[in-house]
């Protein structure tokens, strides 16, 4: 099979198994929150980010609110997680510019939202497929990198470079979906630091599967 059969049938046994997994973990009641959370997630796990946003969103219940403050005014609930002053600091600017230029509304376009302080085009996928269902293209994170090369759809560990790779053989439908469904998986047998070929639903397909190669 041509590559983007493979991933054809990677994405289809990937749902098969994960398909209850298709939506992010972050905790979050509109795009704002989803926004914020996503920014404090990087290098960070989502269980420590829904440790500490619940009390946040509740004390700071919009953006506006999160608008007027210093960004040392966060620190009591983002202390725990890693590099929470740049974070902080990054939440208050978004704050501000989309108070500012965006008459408080999240932007539902990639072009805006990487303009927005601490956000990249991984934070924007995440917004806007799972906030607005929108797909305009594939959020990276390191599980994905993990994933994308051991499968053989990319070479790079770049995450701009992986994703141009990945929407040259995904369908545009699976875009926002593809991303849960590498989490899921690196999250189960494909770690980065041990992959379990024997339990993986791919094995039989995958080209760095210790099984299918055993077998040939």
Request: a positive charge.
């Amino acid at each position: 099979m041509d590559k983007k059969e493979y991933v054809r049938e990677v994405i289809k046994l990937l749902k098969r198994r994960y398909g209850k997994e298709m939506h992010t973990s972050l905790k979050h009641r509109n795009a704002w929150e989803l926004l914020v959370s996503t920014i404090l997630s990087a290098q960070a796990t989502d269980a420590s980010v829904n440790k500490i946003t619940p009390r946040m969103f509740k004390r700071y219940r919009s953006v506006k609110s999160f608008a007027e403050l210093r960004p040392s005014d966060l620190y009591r609930y983002t202390r725990s997680i890693g590099l929470y002053r740049s974070k902080s600091k990054n939440i208050v600017r978004a704050a501000k510019m989309i108070t500012g230029e965006f008459k408080g509304r999240v932007p539902e376009s990639m072009d805006l939202l990487v303009r927005i302080p601490g956000v990249g085009r991984k934070t924007a996928n995440v917004v806007l497929y799972n906030a607005f269902g929108k797909s305009e293209g594939i959020a990276i994170d390191t599980h994905c990198i993990t994933v994308a090369n051991r499968l053989g759809i990319s070479r790079s560990r770049n995450p701009r470079i992986i994703e141009e790779d990945m929407m040259k053989v995904v369908e545009r439908k699976d875009w926002g979906d593809v991303t849960h469904l590498f989490i899921a998986l690196g999250r189960d047998t494909c770690t980065a630091r041990k992959k379990l070929c024997g339990e993986c639903v791919l094995n039989r397909i995958c080209k760095s599967s210790t099984v299918l190669h055993s077998n040939n």
